[in-house]
């Protein structure tokens, strides 16, 4: 098949959802404008504003930071050492991080969970008895915050690509979590101390942010977290996938369609009004924000086993 773009080479993957078949001297053109129609369309931010990105090591999030970087915008590093370590997980995604930092010539801002909390996050999962990617996502929203905010930045970028925005919409409608429909999409506003923060690839299916990862020779780790085994997100993935096989475009065409609903949701939810947690100083809805209460009850636990 040739590529629809040039007309000349040789396509080397086939987009139906686009109608579109692409050569690779032509992907990564078509991937990084559509990138930034994402920004543009959604008002992720602008030419000027400091971009902090949050990096896993991952395919989508190293190829979001080298994106944003092509495309000229000031897009930095920020890596959170989980403290994983099977097979190494963590070890190596920080390497991968380290390695795209070096080669963008641009910081990477990283903090270890065990040198703030004094836990890692499998030693927090063994003392709370949390699910692991529950203490894993306050650990995550907390310092993503913290850290953009001390550091003078204007936003905080995420790589969430379309599989992951179809699959929490799933679960989120499954639910009726009309709280989270409310706050779903590519961009949250800044409020009470709560940072700004985007998801320019959540129009990209992972199968194109990964090409895009490939076609630009990305080392990223291959790994999955070994937390998301079971993950009720990967069964919703796989039955989005197999409604795309039959249709293509379905996962497009229902978050595309969600958005435009979005106001539904607004509208029955009012929006928390937001205070600075006595502990930390982070903006939360009660007196003691729940990752500051979480880490109290680590450290409990841990002086009850000494
Ligand atoms: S939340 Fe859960 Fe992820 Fe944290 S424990 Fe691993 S799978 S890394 S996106
Ligand atoms: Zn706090």
Wanted: net charge positive.
């Amino acid at each position: 098949m040739k590529c629809k773009k040039c007309r000349n080479e040789k396509a080397i993957t086939n987009l139906p959802a686009h109608n579109l078949a692409l050569c690779r001297p032509c992907y990564s053109p078509w991937f990084l404008s559509n990138t930034k129609a994402a920004i543009d369309r959604f008002k992720l931010f602008n030419p000027a504003d400091k971009i902090l990105v949050a990096v896993s090591g991952g395919k989508d999030s190293l190829a979001l930071w080298h994106a944003l970087r092509q495309l000229g915008y000031e897009a930095d590093g920020f890596y959170i050492n989980l403290g994983i370590d099977h097979e190494a997980y963590s070890d190596k995604s920080l390497e991968a991080s380290q390695k795209l930092a070096g080669q963008l010539g641009r910081p990477l801002h990283i903090i270890h969970v065990h040198d703030e909390v004094g836990s890692t996050i499998p030693e927090i999962q063994a003392l709370t008895h949390r699910v692991p990617c529950s203490g894993c996502g306050l650990t995550k929203r907390h310092f993503m915050n913290k850290i953009t905010a001390d550091l003078g930045y204007d936003v905080i970028a995420t790589g969430h690509n379309l599989d992951d925005e179809a699959a929490t919409l799933m679960g989120n409608i499954l639910h009726w979590q009309t709280e989270y429909l409310s706050r779903q999409g590519p961009v949250l506003d800044d409020r009470g101390g709560l940072k700004k923060k985007v998801k320019p690839f959540c129009f990209f299916t992972e199968k194109e942010t990964t090409l895009y990862a490939l076609v630009n020779r990305l080392d990223y780790i291959r790994d999955e977290c070994p937390f998301s085994v079971g993950a009720s997100s990967l069964f919703y993935k796989d039955i989005l996938n197999r409604l795309e096989h039959g249709s293509a475009g379905t996962k497009r065409m229902f978050y595309s369609g969600f958005l435009k609903h979005k106001a539904a949701f607004q509208s029955i939810e009012p929006v928390p009004e937001l205070k600075l947690c006595q502990t930390c100083g982070q903006p939360t809805t009660g007196d003691v924000c729940a990752f500051c209460r979480m880490a109290d009850r680590v450290q409990e636990k841990k002086k009850l086993i000494i």
